[in-house]
C-alpha cells in the first residue's frame, strides 16, 4: 500500500478498534479516490452519495449496537467495525449524522485530536518527516496552496523512497536494515562515502 494511505488506513482502523464506528468527513474531497480503495479487512465501509435519508438506511442494521443513550452496547458480542465516508463539511450537515457520531469517532481536517486530524496537509507532515525530514516544510507549503494532491503526494514519496534505497546500497552495498548498520558501526570508510553522496538525499 501507498504510504499515505498506509498511514491513514491505520489512523482509522485504531479508531475503529477503540470505537467500533467511525464518520470520515472529506469537504476537500482529498481522499475521494482512496476511500474506494483502502484497504480495511473486516471493515464495512459506507458511502454518502446524494441522500442522508439513504445514508441512514443503509447504517441502520448497526443502530442495534446502540443502547438508548446512543452509545454502544456495553459486552456487544460483535463489534459494529464500520467505516462512514463523507465528502462533506461536517458543519453544513445540519447534524444528520448526529446518532451515529455520537456512538463512534469522527475524523476530519481540523479534528482537535491529532489522531483525527485526517487534513491532507497533517498527514503529509506525519509520513514525509520520518523518511524525508528536509522536505516537510516545502511539501506543506505546496500543499497548502493547493499545488499537490494525494496522489501526487504517493509518487514523490516513492521516488524520494527509492532514490535513498538506491544512495544506500551504493554505499553499503545492501539495502538490508541490519548490515547497513553493522557495516556502518565497525568502519570508518562509510563517513566519507555519506558526505561525498549526501547531497543526493536533499
Known sequence: MAKLAEYLANLIKKQINEKGIVVWYDPDHSYTDLARTINLPDVTILHYTDSFFRLRKAYDGWMEYLNPDERPVENCNVPPELLIYVPLDRRKTANALIEI??????????????????????????????????QVEKIAAQIEAGVLT???????AQEIESVGSSIIKLIFETTDPLNVLLRFVTSDKYDSLITEKRHYLS
Open 150 to 156: 494525494l496522489a501526487e503526494l504517493e509518487d514523490i
Open 101 to 134: 457520531e455520537s456512538a463512534g469517532s469522527i475524523m476530519e481536517p481540523g479534528a482537535g485530536v491529532l489522531d483525527r486530524n485526517i487534513r491532507l496537509r497533517v498527514i503529509a507532515e506525519s509520513v514525509f518527516r520520518d523518511f524525508a525530514p528536509d
